[in-house]
Every structure is written in structure tokens, then in C-alpha cells.
């Protein structure tokens, strides 16, 4: 298991920019498909974004495809959400989760997630 740190929240107004990092410690992050969550108020948690051990295969939800970028750096043990022309529809305490390959996200580990916050 790993344990995952998520930061880089805040307020921003409606066509910003923000960028998420989740730190995590523990072994074999490189092992790990990396993924964003996101859960609004009065809504049920969803997937945001997704990306291979490796990098090489990402995955978006259709409400963010051409705005977020998922991308992460095994040699810092980070994986990023690059999150650009913000919507107040986006407003949502953000998640990042952590699985092996082939596992459901519920069998995971996952942050406390930050807070982000789109005014209009």
C-alpha cells in the first residue's frame, strides 16, 4: 500500500488554471496505476483521470477531456492534475487514488483529497 498526499487546491475564478500534485511514500509507486476523483456536494464520488504505471496510457472523463492532464514523475513519486479552463461544475474536493494493475479502485489507497474551488 501506499499512502497519498494530495495539495495544490484553492479558489479560482471560471477559465483559470490550477495544477494538483498527490506525493505519495511507500514501495513501488512506480508499480501503481495513478488516477484522480473528484466528488461534489450532494454527489456521488466520480473518476476524473487516470494514467498507466508508466505512463503511457491515460484515461479522462468526457467533462474534462481538453482541459485536465494527468501526468506523473515516478522519480518524485508524484503524480500531477494539470486542470485549465476551470468551470464552476468542477468545484469538487478532489481525490487521488492509488491501485494495481488490474484491481478495482475500491480495493486502493486513497488520499484526503483538497478542495477546489471554481467561482464564476
Known amino acids: 500500500q501506499v499512502q497519498l498526499v494530495e495539495s495544490g487546491g484553492g479558489l479560482v475564478q471560471a477559465g483559470g488554471s490550477l495544477r494538483l500534485s498527490c506525493a505519495a511514500s511507500?514501495?513501488?509507486?512506480?508499480?501503481?496505476?495513478m488516477g484522480w476523483f473528484r466528488q461534489a456536494p450532494g454527489k456521488e464520488r466520480e473518476f476524473v483521470a487516470s494514467?498507466?504505471?508508466?505512463?503511457?496510457?491515460?484515461v479522462a472523463a468526457d467533462s474534462v477531456k481538453g482541459r485536465f492532464i494527468i501526468s506523473r514523475d515516478n522519480a518524485k513519486n508524484t503524480v500531477y492534475l494539470q486542470m485549465s479552463t476551470l468551470k464552476p461544475e468542477d468545484t469538487a474536493v478532489y481525490y487521488c487514488?492509488?491501485?494495481?494493475?488490474?484491481?478495482?479502485?475500491?480495493?486502493?489507497?486513497w488520499g484526503q483529497g483538497t478542495q477546489v474551488t471554481v467561482s464564476p
Open positions: 511507500g514501495r513501488s509507486f512506480s508499480t501503481y496505476t
Open positions: 494514467i498507466s504505471w508508466n505512463g503511457g496510457r491515460t
Open positions: 487514488a492509488a491501485v494495481l494493475a488490474g484491481r478495482s479502485w475500491s480495493s486502493g489507497s
